[in-house]
């Protein structure tokens, strides 16, 4: 097993590393048209989906909004050119404009539809195509919100693989939780001096949740989880033990 996934992790690095281009060999054909270049402030980034997990390719940038250029983009999905390649999306087809706004502190996503209804990988082509756009920086914190459940926001941000994971912003009570229930999102109360413990060993204890699932084309992130989760499932019970510790403050 730790040579499998060693091996995927190389795949993973390979594919989503930092200052990573499109032009590059895909796995699954040969080179998409267009390439990330020196002016990337010229250009979006946009995620899409290739067996390995994510892929980012280009997309030209005109003035105006760009994070919802971005977004609208990624709705619009590959190109037939880069379907031939390999190249695919997660994201179903909404009957809703995506709203997306850039805040001094990250971005904001409105979604048309529920979080709990799209696979870990679709909320990944979401989050990282946000953090991408020139000027928002990869590693803010991306707010997500659903339609019909109030103004709480799952945070959530893009690591350096290509994937989306609960953000570990301090102070933010929309920590995950280590109680071993297969959600990360919306918690009450603050967390304690424990609560980095907490994320750490909720974060492999998680495995259901919509950002931790593995559903066969999820992160590897959510696969490894899986795989800890069947050993046993030690971590979620520990993340409950040091959860309850994070919430009363209580080293």
Avoid at 58 to 73: E, F, H, I, K
């Amino acid at each position: 097993m730790i040579a499998v996934v060693n091996t995927a992790l190389v795949a993973v690095a390979v594919s989503a590393g930092c200052g990573i281009s499109d032009t590059e060999a895909l796995p699954a054909g040969q080179p998409v048209r267009g390439g990330l270049t020196a002016d990337s402030g010229s250009l979006l980034r946009v995620y899409f989906v290739t067996p390995q997990g994510t892929w980012p390719v280009s997309r030209p940038a005109a003035a105006g909004d760009r994070l919802q250029q971005a977004m609208d983009a990624l709705l619009s999905g590959p190109t037939a050119e880069e379907r031939a390649r390999g190249l695919g999306t997660k994201l179903p087809t909404a009957d809703r404009k995506l709203r997306a706004t850039a805040r001094r502190d990250g971005v904001e996503l409105h979604l048309p539809w529920l979080v709990r209804d799209l696979p870990h990988v679709a909320v990944s082509q979401l989050v990282c195509t946000a953090a991408a756009v020139p000027g928002v920086g990869e590693d803010a914190v991306v707010r997500v919100f659903e339609p019909g459940m109030g103004n709480t926001p799952w945070l959530v941000e893009c690591d350096g693989n290509g994937s989306a994971i609960p953000s570990a912003q301090k102070g933010s009570t929309n920590r995950p939780t280590g109680e071993g229930s297969g959600s990360v999102g919306p918690a009450d109360g603050p967390a304690g001096p424990a609560g980095q413990a907490d994320r750490a060993v909720g974060s492999a204890g998680r495995i259901a949740g919509p950002f931790g699932q593995a559903d066969g084309s999820g992160s590897l992130a959510g696969k490894v989880a899986n795989s800890v989760s069947r050993a046993g499932g030690m971590a979620g019970s520990v993340g409950r033990v040091v959860g309850s510790l994070g919430r009363g403050g209580v080293l």
